[in-house]
Every structure is written in C-alpha cells, then in structure tokens.
C-alpha cells in the first residue's frame, strides 16, 4: 500500500499544480479587455490608418503642455462612430496642470465594439494669455480607425 501511496504523490502534485495554474489563466483572460490587444497611437500617428479587431483596445497617448505661464495645450479625443469604437477611461498623469515647462500625460481608451470605421478626433485645446487667440491656435489631427471581425 506503501507503493501506491508513493506512486500516486506526483500524480497529485502534478493535478494540484494544474488546477492552480488554470485558475491563474482564467484570471488574467478576464482582466484583458476581451482578451484583445492594445495599440498605442499618438500625435505621430495623424492622418494614418490604423486596423484593429473587434476586442481590441486603441490607447490615445498625448502630451499636454504648459509652455510658459498663462500657456497651456490641454488634449482630448473623440470617436466619430461610438458604435464601432467607444470611449473608456480617461486619465490624465496628474490632477491639475504640473505648471509652466512641464507636461502632463492624456492617456484616453477606446475599445472596438463592432466593424466599421471611425475617425478618432483629437483636439488640442490653447490657451495664451499674452496672446490673441489667431496667434495661438488650437491643434488638431485626426486617425482613422477600421475595425475587422
């Protein structure tokens, strides 16, 4: 009986270590945004097209800058087809502006819901205290973006 005893501990071990593991797995599958990828697009990326997949997460990444006092570009994104491409959390590296010289970061998801296309729309909002506003435009480019099945 010894022997069967013996015989059987890997065995078990082996199931026990198994059975953790795919807890594990299922784990993370669940944390992923639909088990889909991200892609991380910037103001590099104006005018391009960029093709995802239903599932996918596209990640906007953005400075927003404080140039000099009374001066700022404050970034924000929409999609132009909330249906194929919708708006999640938005986060910004601090809650108020980090001051003049500085950046901040606007990170914006967006996750692919069904196929199509949309336009992301990002818009640099300015301000310049010292200056008219036709001296200190607002910045804007676009991405487009397809989504497959």
């Given at each position: ?10 065995v078990?071990?082996c ?5 953790i593991?795919?807890a ?15 892609v991380?697009?910037g ?11 239903v ?25 132009s ?9 938005v986060?910004?590296?601090?809650p108020?502006?980090?001051g ?12 692919a819901?069904?196929?199509?296309q ?12 010292a ?14 973006v397809?989504?497959?099945?």
């Amino acid at each position: 009986m010894e022997i069967r005893v013996a015989g059987l501990f890997p065995v078990l071990i082996c199931v026990a270590g198994l059975l953790i593991l795919s807890a594990c797995g299922s784990a993370a599958a669940t944390a992923s945004p639909a088990n889909g990828i991200t892609v991380v697009v910037g103001q590099a990326d104006a005018g391009r097209t960029v093709q995802v997949k239903v599932g996918d997460t596209v990640r906007v990444t953005l400075q927003d800058d404080y140039p000099v006092p009374g001066s700022s570009v404050i970034w924000n994104v929409a999609s132009s087809n909330q249906a194929v491409l919708t708006p999640g959390a938005v986060l910004r590296s601090t809650p108020m502006p980090s001051g003049p010289g500085k950046h901040d970061t606007y990170t914006g998801d967006f996750s692919a819901k069904a196929p199509g296309q949309a336009i992301l729309d990002a818009r640099g909002t300015t301000t310049c205290e010292a200056m008219t506003k036709q001296n200190c435009p607002d910045r804007d480019f676009k991405i487009t973006v397809v989504v497959t099945g």
